[in-house]
């Protein structure tokens, strides 16, 4: 199953900002996960946004999740870059600005961060742009409630594999080997020369790490780590 939160790709994109404030897009996402009746633990995957929720998640319910596989994943709001705590503080300003910028500005300036510049085909910064540009302005509301979750990463029980872009221009790749750290079951790995999305950008070793991590949690005989924990300062 994949999806899409609220606001984004082909999810309901009301025109009210209540909609989308943390709380109210992570009981959707419960109601979802709720609806499709699962019979067993969940495996879940989350990119950044994804990730924070999928964290909490797993804090909150730990009988319903066998594993998290986290690709620079959001835990802490000291994780923003200036760009995005700008974001947070006028969200109304970014919102206006969201709905004005036109898909093609939005394919240039992709274009001059260089962690991308090398990474994306053109068809896929094109795809990138579009699927900017079809999400609700209202999502810059989100991070307006984001808690600061490291107080509770030892509350997560289930097994996890954080992957990150060591280029990473959205979150500070600094905190990611403490999220590792900070975790009971952890393991981490940094992606050389990747950005925000290594699960685009290397999406072949990406897919690769995601799926034996999830079949090392069905065999508990592979008790071998995929990556080497890294060191908190790191």
């Not at 929720?53 to 994943?73: C, Y």
């Not at 006028?90 to 709905?99: F, G, M, N, V």
């Not at 959205?170 to 975790?183: D, F, I, K, W």
């Not at 925000?196 to 780590?225: M, Y």
């Amino acid at each position: 199953y994949a999806l899409d939160l609220p606001g984004h790709g082909d999810s309901g994109k009301p025109e009210d900002d209540r909609y989308y404030h943390t709380q109210a897009v992570y009981m959707q996402m419960e109601d979802w996960i709720a609806n499709l009746k699962l019979n067993q633990p969940a495996y879940l995957v989350g990119h950044s946004l994804g990730g924070y929720f999928g964290l909490e998640f797993a804090r909150r319910n730990p009988r319903q999740v066998r594993g998290l596989a986290l690709i620079d994943p959001l835990y802490t709001p000291d994780q923003l870059s200036p760009i995005m705590r700008r974001l947070n503080w006028r969200p109304e300003w970014s919102e206006k600005i969201w709905s004005w910028i036109p898909k093609w500005l939005v394919s240039i300036s992709m274009q001059l961060d260089p962690t991308h510049t090398t990474r994306f085909p053109d068809d896929a910064r094109q795809q990138i742009a579009a699927d900017f540009k079809r999400s609700a302005p209202q999502i810059v509301h989100t991070i307006d409630g984001i808690i600061d979750l490291t107080p509770h990463l030892a509350e997560i029980a289930a097994p996890c594999l954080v992957l990150w872009g060591e280029r990473d221009v959205t979150l500070n790749p600094a905190y990611y080997p403490r999220l590792v750290s900070g975790l009971p079951k952890a393991q981490g790995l940094s992606l050389p020369g990747c950005g925000h999305q290594p699960h685009l950008e290397q999406s072949q070793t990406v897919n690769l790490l995601v799926t034996k991590f999830f079949e090392q949690q069905n065999k508990p005989e592979l008790s071998t780590p995929l990556v080497e924990p890294p060191q908190a300062g790191g």
